[in-house]
């Protein structure tokens, strides 16, 4: 083995040793939360969703893979409902333009069948206007 | 009446035979008598069915009374009540007619709390209400007429004193004393008139109708069994809103639709409420009461037009009365009691 890689070596030892210091360092950090936060943070402000309903992501925020993928398919789904809901809405028009004559004619029917007010009985006079 | 008035009236001539009307049942047996004028600012008819042999006598006796009482009353040419108002702070000697007008007026005035009060004659005057705008002849071309008589603003004075008119009958006569204040008897007037013409026709014959327009007596048989009255439809409409089923009976109606005018720049009508010298009747287009005397159904008809629509119902039952009424959004309503008299209503 030569020098360079057992200096190689050394190196990749010392990885993990690193991160395991790290993620000690940070462990200690959560466990004493009450000394880490002197004050109550600031309230933040949560971004309005989109207008088109779509997954929103602050800029600057990472978001994890898995998350990432389902906010995808979430907007894939929304717009495969707006699209449907666009396909009824047609449809449901073309259904009331075909519709309307028969219920204009049903309307006609009822007005046909149903009983004329009955005329007024003649009469022998008239009570008008006093003077 | 001249014959040609008669003859474009389509009315016979007192003791003519009266022609059967499209949809009437057959004229029993004897026809009728009729006779056809005008009196009081309104066509009268006088029907006399079934006559007897005396049946021309009573009409032409029916419309001597109604021409007296028209004489003895009328404010629109001289006359003995003319002559009363125009010096309202005397003594006058005046015919049983009036002095008899005047009793009941003042009757009526007590009957009704002052909602019936003659003294509204300056209203009437001060609003344009002539000869013509009662009805005169022929001389209104429009239900609206305009004249320009009391500036907007100008208010009359109101009477805040009881009516106290004196009637006296001494060796030689009736004499009145109208306490100050002139008076105006157009409607009870015209509805002791009409009694006075039924009791002359009472007994000439089946049956017997004295019609004057808004004041109506049906006495007996009618062409076709009882009397069948319509009520005319205050908004102008051909048919009318009721038709009655009567005998017997007196039958008064009180409608502004023959009756409405604009004073400068205000509508009005004749039915004046004398408590606030104003139109009276708010919301309310016409109301009819039935009962047994003309004159009477004459003064309760307007006193309740006067109440309103609001509080007519309420005034009817009070007052035990038989009345319909016709609200200006052309709602019918009635008491109970007139219900039965009811054969067909336009929203049938």
Redesign the interface.
Known sequence: MTTDSRRALAVLALVPMTAGAFAGTVAWAADRPVQAAATDPAPVAVPPASAAGGSTVPSGTTLDPGAAAVAEQLDVLRARLATLQAELAAQSEQAAQVQAPQARAATSRAQRTAPA??????????????? | MTAANRAALGTPAAGAPAEP?A??DPVPPGGSRTDAFRA???EV?LTVVGPGPAADEALAAARATIDQVEAACTRFRPSPLTAANADPDAWHAVPAALATAVLEARRSYEATGGAFDPRVLDVLLAWGHDEAL??GPAAVPAPVWPVTLLPSGVRLPAVDRPWQPRVRRRSDGWWLHLAGQPIDL??IG??LAVRAAAEALRGAGRGA?V?A????VVLGD???GD??????D?AGGD??VL?LRLRDTA?????????SWVAGDRPVH?LVDPRTRRPGGEGLA?V?VLGPDPAWA?VW??SLFLAGAAHVRRHAEGADLCAAWVRRDGAVGMTESFTEHV??R???
Do not use: Q, Y
């Open positions: 007010p009955r005329p007024a009985p003649p009469v022998d006079t008239t009570t008008r206007a006093s003077g | 009307r949809g009437d009081m600012g309104s008819t009662a009805g157009g409607g015209k509805g109708l019609d327009g808004g004041d109506i009618g062409p076709a009397w069948r009255v319509g009520v005319e205050p048919a009318p038709v039958c008064a109606t009180s409608s502004v639709h023959r009756h004749h016409a009819t004459e008809s307007k054969t067909w336009n929203d049938d």
